[in-house]
């Protein structure tokens, strides 16, 4: 069965640092992994997708993620944060598609603190 | 529409009575997706519609939850004999095509059982 660990529940930074949010996934094949942002009171907008190739990533809002299938790893980084990047930040990974399932698996959510 | 449309965006109902929350999903995505978000948790998964397939309802917690899709579009989730613990926002996502390539939300009906 697939899954999602997100360890941070929660990371304080102060704005303009750099920022790494962790995401390890278990999954049987190669999976298509997604990085979500929620803001309060809002739906989920995704960040950023990889499905395959080039294992760097880039997405909105000057957001990037890395694939590393050797620690089954798809972590978010963001350069210098904004203290609009304040938000719950959701990985995910879905199937490949064929005969598995189609239903993708969350993480618990990083709930991402800005500091003035 | 323009994006993934639900409603009511806020509920409040009593303990024991029956809800029902509506999703519209974008126009011709033929996957659709409920989820269930309670505080401080992540998305659990509920039913998924895909296109005139039987949907896959292996995430739904109990028989008081149900859900149909009518026509490949409009889809609602009923919540029989509402109980505190379902308690929660409930989400709905759309997907252009079969697979969870890339899914879009609607903002959620936060329910709440008093």
């Known amino acids: 069965a697939q899954s999602v660990t997100q360890p941070d529940i929660h990371i304080t930074v102060s704005e303009g640092a750099s920022l790494e949010l962790r995401c390890n996934y278990s999954?049987?094949?190669?999976?298509?992994l997604f990085w979500y942002v929620q803001s309060p009171g809002q739906g989920l907008q995704l960040l950023l997708k990889?499905?395959?190739?080039?294992?760097l990533v880039q997405g909105i809002k000057g957001f990037e993620a890395e694939f590393k299938r050797s620690q089954s790893s798809f972590n978010l980084r963001k350069p210098s944060v904004h203290w609009s990047d304040a938000a719950e930040y959701f990985c995910?990974?879905?199937?490949?598609?064929?005969?598995?399932?189609?239903?993708?698996?969350f993480g618990r959510g990083t709930s991402l603190i800005v500091h003035p | 529409g323009a994006g993934v449309s639900q409603s009511p965006s806020n509920k409040v109902t009593e303990k024991g009575k029956d809800v029902e929350l509506r999703c519209d999903p974008i126009?011709?995505?033929?996957?659709l997706y409920w989820y269930r978000q309670s505080l401080g948790q992540g998305l659990e998964f509920l039913i998924y519609?895909?296109?005139?397939?039987?949907?896959?309802k292996s995430g739904l917690p109990s028989d008081r939850f149900s859900a149909e899709r009518t026509g490949g579009s409009v889809s609602t989730l009923t919540i029989q004999r509402t109980q505190q613990e379902d308690s929660a926002v409930y989400l709905c996502?759309?997907?252009?095509?079969?697979?969870?390539?890339?899914?879009?939300f609607g903002q959620g009906t936060r329910l709440t059982v008093v």
């Open positions: 996502a759309s997907s252009a095509r079969q697979g969870f390539t890339e899914a879009f």
């Open positions: 999954y049987g094949a190669t999976p298509y």
């Open positions: 990889y499905f395959s190739g080039d294992t």
């Open positions: 995910a990974v879905g199937p490949l598609g064929g005969g598995g399932s189609y239903i993708p698996t």
């Open positions: 126009s011709g995505h033929t996957a």
């Open positions: 519609f895909q296109g005139n397939s039987a949907p896959d």
